[in-house]
């Protein structure tokens, strides 16, 4: 299943879980000093394309 | 679908600046807006910011913290950090304009505080740094100087409640 996620900031990115766990977890922690985790990751993930 | 949101009590808000031939502009790797970094993990707030700026955008020219205030249950501190124009790269960028400052009574806040407000503020802190300090002055260019004339000079201040 495609995901998409966005921070607060702007940034988006999408993909299958894998792949948006571990651009989330790297955004916030390179760009925000935070340590996300799967389930915060997870919790904030809507499918792709949906309003 | 609830954006991740920085969270903890102290934020650190940044504003990424980059002089140009036409005037500051605003920018960043979070866009051109307040650029907003978890801080206090037992690390010292200006630490946490230069790590994460200076690995964003190499070489900055100044970084220095201007105001904090207190907003959604956290302390708020806010840094200015200069960066050359040749980094902005594909960031995003807006121009800097004047505004009015959100100003208290003696015994009350003001109502509300814009971000144009607390970069405002920013900048107659950086204004009276150019003055003050000899560090912010070398690290400036004359463009810099010729901007933070129109602007009076102003310390580091609590904004708001």
């Given at each position: 299943m495609q995901y998409e996620l966005t921070c607060a900031c702007g940034w988006t990115t999408s993909g299958d879980e894998e792949e948006i766990v571990e651009a989330a977890q790297d955004h916030g922690r390179k760009l925000h000093n935070m340590e996300v985790t799967r389930e915060q990751a997870m919790a904030m993930a809507g499918p792709a394309g949906a309003d | 679908m609830l954006p991740i949101d920085v969270e903890g009590p102290v934020t650190a808000e940044v504003f990424t600046l980059a002089m140009t031939d036409f005037g500051p502009l605003l920018t960043g790797p979070c866009g051109p807006a307040p650029w907003l970094i978890e801080a206090g993990h037992g690390e010292h707030p200006i630490d946490t910011v230069r790590r994460l700026a200076g690995s964003a955008?190499?070489?900055?020219?100044l970084l220095h913290s201007t105001s904090w205030r207190f907003e959604r249950g956290a302390v708020v501190l806010s840094f200015l950090v200069v960066m050359d124009e040749?980094?902005?790269?594909e960031f995003e960028t807006v121009p800097v304009h004047r505004v009015d400052l959100a100003r208290s009574t003696a015994t009350e806040a003001p109502p509300a505080i814009g971000y144009e407000q607390v970069l405002e503020h920013a900048l107659r802190h950086l204004a009276w740094l150019a003055k003050e300090d000899e560090a912010v002055r070398v690290a400036l260019d004359d463009r810099w100087h010729d901007l933070l004339e129109g602007y009076v000079p102003e310390p580091f201040l609590q904004l708001g409640g």
């Open positions: - | 955008m190499p070489g900055l020219r040749s980094r902005i790269g």
